[in-house]
C-alpha cells in the first residue's frame, strides 16, 4: 500500500468534521435549500466512504462499532446515483451516524499502532 493506511483514518476523521460543520447550524429545510452545503455535505460523505476502502481489515475490526460497509455502501449510492438519493437517510446519517462515526475513528485513531 503506497500510502499509510492512518492517513486515510485521518482523512475520514476531517470529512466528518466538514460534514458537521457544513451541517451544523441549518434545520433540514435549510440543508435541502442550500446548494452548496448540500453538494459539499454529500461530496465529503462519498469521500468518507472512498478514504474507508483504504483501512486495512485488521484495523476495521478493532472499531466494530463503524459500519465499515455501510460507508462504503453510501458512498456507492452517492457516486453512482443508484436509485436516486434519499435525503431522509443522508439527513439521518448527519445528524445521528456522523458524530458517532467521528468518535469511533477518532478512538481508533488513539488506539493504532505506528
Known sequence: MSRDWR???DDMVERCDRV???TGALTREQFDQRGIAYDATLRNIELLGEA???IPEE???K???VDWRGVIAVRNILVHGYLGIDDDII???IRNRVPEL?????ELSRHSSG
Open 59 to 61: 484495523e476495521r475490526q
Open 91 to 93: 439527513w439521518d446519517l
Open 63 to 65: 472499531a466494530t462499532g
Open 7 to 9: 492517513i486515510y483514518l
Open 52 to 54: 474507508a476502502r483504504h
Open 20 to 22: 458537521l460543520a457544513y
Open 102 to 106: 467521528k468518535r469511533l475513528l477518532e
